[in-house]
C-alpha cells in the first residue's frame, strides 16, 4: 500500500501561482502513474492531470490546460502540480493519487487505488 502526503496548498488571488507536491511511501514510486484531482463544496471530485510512470506522458483536464502543469520526480519520489494564472473556479480540495500501473487510461477516479488526504486550495477574485 502507497502512502501520499500532499503540500502546497493554500490561499492566493485570482492570477497568482502555487505548487502543489505530493510525496510517495511505500511501494515503488517509477512503477505507477500518478494523478491529481480537486473536489469543491458540493461538487464531486473531478480529473485535473495525469502523468505515466515516467513522465513522458502528461495527461491534463481542458479548464488547465495552458495553466497547470503536473511533473514527477522518481529519485525524489515525488510528484508535482505547478498551478498558474489561477482562478476563482480552481478553489477546492485537491488530492494526490497514486495509479494502479504505470499507464493513465483515461477512467478517472477508477484508474487510481491510493489517494492522500488532500490540500485546500483557495482563490480569491
Do not use: H
Not at 501520499?4 to 496548498?9: A, D, K, N, R
Not at 492566493?12 to 484531482?37: D, E, H, I, K, P
Not at 469543491?40 to 513522458?56: C, D, H, L, Q, Y
Not at 481542458?62 to 525524489?76: L, Q, T
Amino acid at each position: 500500500q502507497v502512502q501520499l502526503v500532499e503540500s502546497g496548498g493554500g490561499l492566493v488571488q485570482a492570477g497568482g501561482s502555487l505548487r502543489l507536491s505530493c510525496a510517495a511511501s511505500g511501494r515503488t514510486f517509477r512503477n505507477y502513474a500518478m494523478g491529481w484531482f480537486r473536489q469543491a463544496p458540493g461538487k464531486e471530485r473531478e480529473f485535473v492531470a495525469a502523468i505515466n510512470w515516467s513522465g513522458t506522458n502528461v495527461y491534463l483536464r481542458i479548464s488547465v490546460k495552458g495553466r497547470f502543469a503536473i511533473s514527477r520526480d522518481n529519485a525524489k519520489d515525488t510528484v508535482y502540480l505547478q498551478m498558474n494564472s489561477l482562478k476563482a473556479e480552481d478553489t477546492g480540495v485537491y488530492y494526490c493519487a497514486a495509479g494502479n500501473n504505470g499507464t493513465y487510461n483515461y477512467k478517472g477516479l477508477s484508474d487510481f487505488g491510493s489517494w492522500g488526504q488532500g490540500t485546500q486550495v483557495t482563490v480569491s477574485s
